[in-house]
Every structure is written in structure tokens, then in C-alpha cells.
């Protein structure tokens, strides 16, 4: 039997996992489906714009994660951003200060995937238990292991079908609910709007605005947005054409704003199929001893990216703890 663990999916749960397992002792191979690591904690680069089009910001209330944070932003890869909030009802202008990536959030996750071995751009579509252990197979119909346990901690209706034959994991993991999320990435050359940098329920259609110049680390000129659809608009527009879904969300935005009729340089909406966590699970992580294979994700705990990081953290524990 091998003494390696593999981990699907190199967001901020499977990296948490990662570091985890390393600090004790454990060899950890992850896998990512995408070309980046960080899923959701992302920072996207059209042309020379930066955007976070994902988690907007970080703020810490466990120990573990805020020293995490606290040891990031030492190395100089996240900073505290205060914007000025406007929120609906009465005083509407608020002010409190979030932890952001530098020069993007990207930045926030990077770091705990160094010295890790990730192989990117590998989708994995099933387990297989053998003899000396599992064997990951891929969409490219190639396979890696022997592992001796798997960690998945992709979004959950990612990681059900791979774990449909392990009921003590699968059959509580049929009770989450994901949902969907559009975001939208807008460029102005010029300066728009003043007054705020953050514009939280602006609607029913657009739950989320920020204006990404003003964090800390990026480019001050112009405008860089960022616009977040609410998730029922998201789920009613989820197999809407991106460009209409666009158009649509920049004019509401534009009208409650109060903007001059002015064309963006680049607009580009992008939908995050699982962004929001309608139902968790209620547990930090699931872990089924007799297979060592074991689930983690925001979805365990809620929507925040420290869910995330406490139940990868969580799920390490568990398989450390197995293996000793």
C-alpha cells in the first residue's frame, strides 16, 4: 500500500487539506481540473485589466485562518482594503476593513500551493479501488495512483458522482444545494463614480458591485468593476448567452447608479455554475474510515472562503489521523 494521498481540486478547501496533510508527514499529489489553482479565489486577467471576478474579499474568525492571513500579508501578498459601502436603508454609507489578495485575490492561495505537486488541467471523472490502493482516472481516459486515500473537495455536485458507491458520504451530500452565480467584469478608461466602492442589494437582479480599482495593488486608472447577479436572476439567466446577460446586467447597474450613457472598453460575464451555497451541509467535512475517502468544501460549513479553508483543514486532520 502507498503512503501518497490524492487531492481533487486546488481551490482554497483542497489546498487548506494539502498543507494539512503535509505538515504532517503525508506525501499529497493534487489534481485540478482547471489551469489555475484557488477556484473561486481568482483573479482574471483580460488584456492588461485585472479583475477578482470570484470571492471579493477575506475576513477571518478563527485563529487558524486569521494567522493564515496575518502570515500572508507579512509576505506581502494580501493587504487590508476599507471601502466605502453603500448598503440599503437608513446611514447607507459604511465602512470596515476586509483582507484582499495583492495584486489580485489569487494571491491569497498561491502561496500554500508552493512546493506542492499539482497537476492542473486534469478533470477526474472516477474512483477505482484496487489491491494496493485508489486509482484516479481522468476525461482523457489516463489514470494516476495508487493513492492510499483521496480527498475531494470540489463543489458537491462535482464530487457526488465520484463518490456514489460510498453511501456514508453520498447520501448526505444529496441534501446540498448549490447555486448559481453570473459575474460580470466591466473596463471604463475614465472615472465613473465617486461617492462609493462597494454597492451591496442594489436589486433584485444585482446583489453585488465593486469597483476592484480601488483595492489595494491595482491599477487606480479608469474603472476596473465587478458585478455579482443575485442568485435567483443567476438561476433564471443560467443558460442565458453571456453577451446578453452582460448587457443586461450593466444597464441595471447604469441606471441605479445614475451613469452617463458611456460604452465600457471590455465587458465579459462569466457564470459560476456552483458560486453560492444555498444549503450546507452543517458538518466541517465528511470522512468514511473503512475507504479512506473523505469530502470538503465551503459547502460544508457555508459560503465564506474560510468555510472552505476550516474544512479542508477539517478533512486533513481526518486523514492524518487515519493513516498515523
Same mark, same amino acid.
Given at each position: 500500500?502507498?503512503?501518497? &494521498? +490524492? !487531492?481533487?481540486?486546488?481551490?482554497? *478547501?483542497? %489546498? ?6 503535509? #505538515? ?125 486515500? &483521496? +480527498? !475531494?473537495?470540489?463543489?458537491?455536485? *462535482?464530487? %457526488? ?6 453511501? #456514508? ?125 473523505? &469530502? +470538503? ?28
Amino acid at each position: 500500500m502507498t503512503n501518497r &494521498v +490524492a !487531492i481533487i481540486g486546488a481551490g482554497l *478547501a483542497g %489546498l487548506s487539506c494539502a498543507q494539512t496533510l503535509r #505538515r504532517a508527514g503525508v506525501s499529497v499529489e493534487i489534481f485540478e481540473e482547471e489551469r489555475y489553482v484557488g477556484g473561486r479565489v481568482a483573479t482574471t486577467c483580460l488584456g492588461s485589466d485585472r479583475f477578482d471576478p470570484g470571492t471579493q474579499y477575506l475576513a477571518a474568525q478563527s485563529d487558524d485562518f486569521r494567522h493564515y492571513l496575518t502570515e500572508i500579508a507579512g509576505l506581502g501578498h494580501a493587504d487590508t482594503w476599507t471601502p466605502r459601502q453603500w448598503k440599503p436603508g437608513p446611514g447607507k454609507t459604511v465602512r470596515e476593513p476586509w483582507i484582499v489578495g495583492t495584486p489580485g485575490m489569487s494571491s491569497i492561495v498561491r502561496p500554500m500551493a508552493e512546493g506542492m505537486r499539482v497537476s492542473l488541467g486534469r478533470r477526474v471523472q472516477s474512483l477505482e479501488r484496487r489491491e494496493k490502493g485508489w486509482h484516479l482516472w481522468f476525461a482523457d481516459e489516463t489514470s494516476a495512483g495508487p493513492f492510499e486515500a &483521496v +480527498a !475531494i473537495t470540489v463543489p458537491a455536485p *462535482a464530487a %457526488l458522482p465520484l463518490t456514489e458507491r460510498i453511501e #456514508r458520504l453520498s447520501a448526505p451530500m444529496r441534501e446540498i444545494r448549490m447555486l448559481p452565480c453570473w459575474a460580470l467584469m466591466v473596463r471604463l478608461e475614465q472615472k465613473k463614480i465617486s461617492e462609493h466602492d462597494v454597492f451591496t442589494d442594489v436589486s433584485e437582479v444585482v446583489r453585488w458591485v465593486a469597483r476592484d480599482n480601488t483595492k489595494p495593488g491595482r491599477d487606480p486608472r479608469g474603472e476596473a468593476i465587478v458585478i455579482h447577479a443575485s442568485s435567483a436572476w443567476s438561476l433564471a439567466a443560467e443558460q442565458a448567452d453571456p453577451e446578453d446577460v452582460a448587457e443586461e446586467l450593466w444597464g441595471e447597474v447604469g441606471e441605479f447608479l445614475n451613469l452617463p450613457p458611456v460604452r465600457p472598453s471590455r465587458m465579459t460575464a462569466f457564470l459560476w455554475r456552483d458560486g453560492i451555497v444555498g444549503k450546507a451541509l452543517g458538518e466541517t467535512h465528511l470522512y468514511c474510515p473503512e475507504t479512506k475517502v473523505g &469530502v +470538503a468544501g465551503d459547502w460544508c460549513l457555508g459560503s465564506f472562503a474560510e468555510h472552505a479553508f476550516t474544512s479542508g483543514q477539517h478533512l486533513g486532520h481526518a486523514i492524518a489521523g487515519a493513516l498515523a
